[in-house]
Structure formats: structure tokens, C-alpha cells
């Protein structure tokens, strides 16, 4: 058994398998979950359970957080009982893997800062199977003497762990990047739907692009959900459309990025529940 303690809050799609992983590699685990239930699953499997993140914050050395936006992040570290309210811990490490905006980590690493603790942002690319797999990318943004005590950690739930500058520029970079992935889910969509209304097949349509100089995974993966009609969350279009909302805030007014803006923020009372490659709904 590791002799590091880990405190893990959020235990969605991507939370579950992330930390079950680190239960796997030995380390012992305590989770904090609004939903009980899924705190049941990861009780199964040997973690810990704590009844607030101020009572998680005293009973571990390294907190690690997946939620899922800047609203869950200030109540998690600043709400009654959150993490900041207990006095009486110094010295943590504070890992936030969430896709927020590089505004609340540099609020929120001041605030630790101020009670002796150290804040890394850690966003990751990749959806569900790669998380169960520990083959996520994670951007990092913070000090590098702290992400170097962490990497230990990362390395079990990614391939790359990568610094990219000061805190807020891990979510920066993880901004870029689903400014991209809105580029691709819709260039995707748009593809297939014009394909198809000119007569081509879209199995054929798919089998080209795969086998062409423009196949990659997400082509492969959304295309295959696009043949079976299976538009079930691994990355719910409302989370892409709350991305390019934070990215437009830091100054995405690109051609694609408006129009990528546009279509996500149409598509998402209809879709937000759906995967983000159901924009092509919309699109058709």
C-alpha cells in the first residue's frame, strides 16, 4: 500500500475509472461524491468514504478533483464545509482535473497559497476509455517542484504529463484543444450530412475518411457512433458547448471558433444530454 493518501471528488464518467485506477495501483483512496451511490461502487473496491471536503481535506495528503465546472470548484473549495474551511491543514497538494477556466485556478491556487497548501490545474484530453485505461494526455499548469511530487500520481492515469506554464495554463491548453474537438465533431458532422445528401452511402463515407490521410480515433469513434445511431454520453455535447463559452471568454473570435460557438450554444438545449457527435441532429 502507497503510503501517500489521496482524496478523490467527483466520481462521474470520467472520476470513476480515473480513480479507481489509483485504488488498482495501490494507494489508498477516500472519495467525496454529491451522488452516494456512485461513492458506494468505489466503496466496493476498497475506498474510503468522507461526509464533506473539509473532513476529506484532514484525513489525506493530495486531493484530486473531476467536476464539472467553475460554479462546482468554488463551492467544493469555498462552500460550507468545503476544503478551504478547515483551518487546520497545510502542506496538501490540491490537483484540479476539471475543465474550468484558467480564471478559478488562479483564484483558487491563491486562496491555497494563503493556507500553506499548493495547487496544480490538471486538465486531461481523452474520454472514458482512455481514462480506464491510464492513457489520458494531462496539461499542467503550476509549479514545476509541485507537478514533480504529483507526477508519481499522473503517471498512473496518463501517458503524458506534460508542464505547459504557470497556474491557468493547463486549462488554457485544455481550452485549445475542445476548441478543436468542436472543430472536428462538427467538420464531421457537416461531411457526413452532405455526403449523404448527395447520394453517398454514409458505411462507404466512413470507410474513406478512415482509410484516407484525414482517419484519426475520433473519426473512427464517432463515425462508428454515427452507423449505429448510438448518441449516448461518453462526452456530453452541453460540456463542449460550456468549453467554447469559457474559451470565447479568454478570446477565441476566430472564423471556425464563432461558428463552432454558435452551433454547439443552438445545439445544446436539444442535445446537451446526447454525445457531442449528436450535433450532426442539429446540423441535419
Not at 28 to 47: D, F, H, I, P
Not at 119 to 134: F, R
Not at 140 to 165: N, Q, S
Request: with cysteine; aromatic share 4%; charged share 20%.
Amino acid at each position: 500500500m502507497n503510503e501517500i493518501k489521496i482524496g478523490w471528488i467527483g466520481l462521474g464518467n470520467m472520476g470513476g475509472p480515473m480513480s479507481q485506477r489509483l485504488i488498482n495501483a495501490g494507494y489508498s483512496v477516500t472519495v467525496y461524491n454529491r451522488s452516494k451511490a456512485k461513492e458506494e461502487a468505489l466503496k466496493l473496491m476498497g475506498a474510503a468514504v468522507a461526509s464533506s471536503p473539509r473532513l476529506l481535506m484532514e484525513q489525506v495528503n493530495v486531493i484530486i478533483i473531476m467536476v464539472t465546472d467553475d460554479q462546482a470548484i468554488r463551492e467544493i473549495f469555498t462552500g460550507d464545509n468545503g476544503l478551504l474551511s478547515s483551518k487546520k491543514t497545510n502542506g496538501k497538494i490540491i490537483i484540479n482535473m476539471s475543465t474550468v477556466s484558467p480564471g478559478i485556478s488562479k483564484e483558487m491556487a491563491s486562496l491555497c497559497s494563503q493556507e500553506g497548501n499548493d495547487y496544480l490545474d490538471c486538465p486531461v484530453s481523452g474520454s472514458v476509455k482512455q481514462a480506464e485505461e491510464g492513457q489520458l494526455v494531462i496539461m499542467v499548469g503550476g509549479d514545476e517542484t509541485i507537478l514533480e511530487k504529483a507526477r508519481p500520481i499522473l503517471e498512473h492515469l496518463g501517458k503524458l504529463t506534460l508542464l505547459v506554464g504557470s497556474t491557468g495554463a493547463g486549462n488554457t491548453a485544455k481550452l485549445a484543444i475542445n476548441t478543436l474537438l468542436a472543430f472536428h465533431a462538427q467538420g464531421l458532422a457537416e461531411t457526413v450530412v452532405f455526403a449523404r445528401n448527395n447520394g453517398i452511402k454514409t458505411e462507404d463515407l466512413i470507410t474513406l475518411i478512415n482509410n484516407s490521410a484525414l482517419g484519426n480515433i475520433f473519426a473512427k469513434i464517432k463515425g462508428d457512433a454515427i452507423l449505429q445511431n448510438n448518441y449516448k454520453a461518453a462526452f456530453a455535447l452541453k460540456h463542449i458547448a460550456k468549453d467554447l463559452r469559457l474559451a470565447k471568454q479568454e478570446g477565441l473570435e476566430t472564423p471556425m471558433g464563432e461558428t463552432a460557438f454558435k452551433t454547439f450554444q443552438q445545439a445544446e438545449p436539444a442535445l446537451g444530454e446526447e454525445d457531442i457527435i449528436s450535433i450532426i441532429k442539429y446540423i441535419a
